[in-house]
């Protein structure tokens, strides 16, 4: 009897201090690790994998760990450790899914410079690498064969990347996201132009209402051949061209360049951004007006006026910088 007692109790300490050691952090690890498992890793490898990483102090503290959390299925993919956890922490994690990615936001109006620009601060890749990618329009020549480049087509959403996610593949989740939209947009519109006239809305229109109605405006332009004389443009061809320092200049607006509408009637070769739903909609379906100008409101609301003749445009543009120079 008093043996049973004894083994009882030495059963019950056993079980307490293997409680207590999958509950310690492993104060041995140091720095930051990624560990993979593909799809079909059993438990003894992914303790295995874990081991020689030096996330875990041996594999019986991870396997113990899973013993007593046997809750779900230990789910595949890359995971990331940068301080010391404990076994039960670590099975937790692995159990949830809780893998490694880059979380990418990408707004309406972003261009693809923009885009890079995020993926080297998220450090996901060098914004030259996913420029190249995205200078490469092969696969978007199906939908767009006049396409110059991705712009205009990696659609704005979040975008979840893991460490082996490569400029290319990320190019084609974002092109595949543009065809689910455009797909259900139901229309035999030309791609090309549609995209190309709202990627120019979505960068003068702040306020959504508006939209259809700048695109009344650069459509109303192209009908009577009238130049477009959109800033935005004289922005990408500098950026195009690598000379963009956050301002337009008088040499800009001069500049001849093919995406410059100051110096070109007509439609920009391709879209200078890329827009969302609501400004192809509004390409795809114009406001019914006659204005041909549009100058913002300087009261920070991102209005503007539009007009139909110079005169009065003339007249907005003057009562804009008067309520600049009031502001000041």
């Known amino acids: ?41 059993g438990t003894g490898a992914i303790a295995d994998a874990l081991t020689r990483a030096g996330v875990v102090r041996s594999r019986w503290d991870f396997l113990l760990a899973r013993t007593i959390d046997r809750e779900g299925v230990l789910q595949a993919g890359e995971y990331r450790f940068n301080r010391p956890a404990a076994p039960s922490e670590i099975v937790s994690r692995i159990r949830r899914g809780d893998v490694f990615y880059y979380e990418l936001v990408v707004p309406e ?21 996913f420029l ?50 455009w797909a259900g947009l139901h229309t035999d519109a030309g791609v090309h132009n549609t995209v190309t006239l709202a990627s120019l809305v979505e960068k003068e229109g702040k306020l959504p209402e508006e ?14 051949g009238m130049k477009l004389d959109c800033d935005p443009t004289t922005i990408y061809a500098a950026l195009l ?4 320092r956050g301002t337009i200049y008088r040499s800009d607006l001069d500049r001849d360049h093919p995406y410059n509408t100051y110096h070109y009637a007509g439609l920009p070769p391709g879209p200078i951004a890329n827009p969302g739903l609501a400004s192809i909609h509004a390409a795809l379906a114009p406001a019914e007006t006659d204005a041909i100008y549009f100058v913002a409101r300087a009261d920070g609301s991102g209005g503007h006026d539009f007009s139909n003749n110079i005169a009065a445009h003339e007249s907005a543009v003057t009562r804009y910088h008067r309520a600049l120079r009031k502001l000041r």
């Open 211 to 224: 939209r259809p109605r700048i695109a009344a405006v650069f459509t109303n332009r192209l009908r009577i």
């Open 132 to 181: 190249a990618a995205a200078r490469n329009p092969a696969m978007i020549r199906d939908l767009d064969p006049k396409a110059p480049s991705l712009e205009g087509y990696l659609f704005p959403d979040t975008y979840r990347l893991g460490r082996h996610t490569t400029p290319e593949k990320l190019c084609h989740m974002m092109t595949a996201r543009f065809r689910e939209a």
């Open 241 to 244: 061209e690598n000379r963009y």
């Open 109 to 129: 109006g972003k261009n693809m410079f923009d885009i890079a620009a995020a993926l080297e601060e998220l450090g996901a890749f060098k914004a030259t690498a």
């Open 1 to 41: 009897m008093r043996r049973l007692g004894f083994l009882a109790i030495l059963a019950l300490a056993a079980g307490g201090y293997a409680v207590y050691r999958i509950a310690q952090p492993y104060q041995g690890f140091q720095g930051e690790v990624f560990v993979e498992f593909p799809r079909g890793t």
